[in-house]
Every structure is written in C-alpha cells, then in structure tokens.
C-alpha cells in the first residue's frame, strides 16, 4: 500500500516538526533569558 506508506511518512515529518518547534521555542526562551541578564 502507498497510501500507508506515505501516512507513515507525514507521522515522522509531523514528528520531526514538533521537535524543531520545541527546540526553537526553548532558543527563544534562552535568548530573552541573556538579554534581561
């Protein structure tokens, strides 16, 4: 089945998307952090 394939594959990027989120929003946290400092 493609179709499942393809489902597997936006899980991962969904995934991959959330990561990418969280970390950049934990860099913003940081740099408000140092520039209150």
Do not use: F, P, T
């Not at 493609?2 to 913003?28: S, T």
Request: aromatic fraction near 0%; charge should be positive; hydrophobic fraction near 45%.
């Amino acid at each position: 089945m493609v179709l499942h394939d393809r489902i597997g594959r936006l899980e991962m990027l969904n995934a991959l998307i959330q990561k990418i989120k969280n970390l950049h929003d934990r860099i913003g946290r940081l740099e408000m952090a140092l520039h209150q400092s």
